[in-house]
């Protein structure tokens, strides 16, 4: 079993204050980190936000398929709404483990964008996973969920701009010419900020383990590698933020049990409903091999829990891109409950918030390419036959 690390944490209020030294930072983020903070003492609304939206995911998942199907958007490659199936594991099989949310954050910046604006280099009908509105579920099925879900965001984002601050107070010092307060300005001022809530749906005790691709044929379920759930990768923005999983058992907690469809007639609106219930949620998860996992500077793997109180931040290519490498981004995975280990069905839940730069910001002086070019060229690697 990989050993556990114990990531770098600052407080909110250390953020606030502007006291945390460079020498925090480059343990953090630096060229030999894990490449991850966390931030403790955040918003008193972010447990209870937290709690409520990783619920949601579990409810979202478990709507009838019908339901789903509405929610899913193809043209933008599945990069708004609902996605399942739609990518693959490291196999090649085609990833049914997990289901996705995607949902633009220009909310952040403007309540009345739905996505980011067009520009003279991109347009909706050239790049739709950036430039599509959100897909939102009807307020009837899943009430509360939109409110919910756009709350812990802003909380989040809120965050990763202080987090900006502090990264670019750090860079100031040890890159000539950095541009003051350019990384807060990027994270702040962002219409392209997407989040993606996940649902890792239970493991099924009676499936055949998958089908092992011949690169990976020394993995087996006892390899702390094994990124069965979601596979070694790299963001692409500049930081990443992070709740830690929410486990549930399905079998208790009962997430089918949602609101009705209510069809509005002429003339009568849709009754307002009570947000649904927040799902009980384990201490633990069953399997204690389960979750985060990080490679390393070094070339260990080494797993990492985060606080259910705190907001962990990752870094991205394009950050490592805009310090010139000072900041490196974290390759990481995350590898599944054993079903053999737990009783009950039990789902792991997260929510995920890429903070990106706008579609026209440069990210690599050298060659000029803006985020825009830069993420076309990752989401046309990453969705290959889509």
């Not at 050993?3 to 983020?29: C, H, M, Y």
């Not at 907001?311 to 000072?326: M, P």
């Amino acid at each position: 079993m990989a050993p556990i690390a114990q990531a770098v944490t600052v407080s909110l209020q250390d953020l606030k204050n502007g006291t945390v030294s460079p020498e925090t930072l480059r343990e953090a983020f630096g060229p030999d980190s894990l490449g991850i903070l966390v931030v403790k003492d955040v918003a008193p609304e972010f447990a209870r936000l937290r709690h409520h939206l990783l619920s949601y995911a579990s409810y979202l998942g478990n709507l009838p398929k019908s339901q789903l199907d509405k929610l899913e958007n193809e043209q933008a490659k599945y990069l708004t709404g609902w996605s399942l199936g739609k990518e693959t594991l490291k196999s090649g099989q085609v990833d049914t483990l997990k289901g996705s949310f995607y949902a633009n954050c220009a909310f952040y910046v403007d309540p009345s964008l739905a996505c980011a604006a067009p520009t003279a280099d991109f347009s909706p009908a050239s790049f739709p996973e950036y430039l599509s509105p959100n897909v939102w579920p009807d307020e009837a099925t899943l009430p509360g969920y939109r409110a919910t879900f756009e709350a812990l965001c802003r909380v989040i984002i809120d965050t990763a701009v202080l987090v900006a601050r502090a990264c670019d107070r750090f860079a100031e010092q040890e890159m000539p010419g950095y541009p003051a307060g350019y990384l807060e300005r990027v994270v702040s001022t962002s219409t392209t900020t997407k989040a993606r809530l996940l649902h890792y749906f239970p493991d099924d005790p009676t499936n055949e383990p998958a089908p092992v691709a011949v690169a990976d044929a020394d993995a087996n379920s006892n390899d702390p590698d094994e990124d069965d759930w979601c596979a070694t990768h790299l963001d692409h923005g500049c930081l990443t933020g992070l709740t830690s999983a929410m486990f549930v058992d399905e079998s208790a907690a009962n997430p089918t049990v949602a609101a009705p469809e209510i069809e509005e007639t002429r003339g009568t609106p849709v009754p307002v409903l009570p947000p649904l219930a927040p799902l009980p949620e384990l201490e633990d998860s069953p399997d204690p091999a389960a979750g985060l996992y990080i490679k390393s500077r070094s070339g260990r793997t080494v797993q990492v829990r985060i606080p259910r109180d705190c907001i962990a931040f990752q870094t991205g290519e394009s950050l490592e891109r805009i310090t010139g490498g000072r900041f490196k981004a974290v390759p990481h995975f995350v590898r599944g409950a054993r079903a053999a280990l737990s009783e009950g069905r039990i789902a792991r839940n997260t929510l995920a918030v890429f903070t990106q730069p706008n579609l026209g910001e440069v990210v690599d002086v050298e060659s000029g390419m803006t985020f825009g070019e830069f993420a076309r060229g990752v989401v046309a690697k990453n969705t290959v036959g889509v």
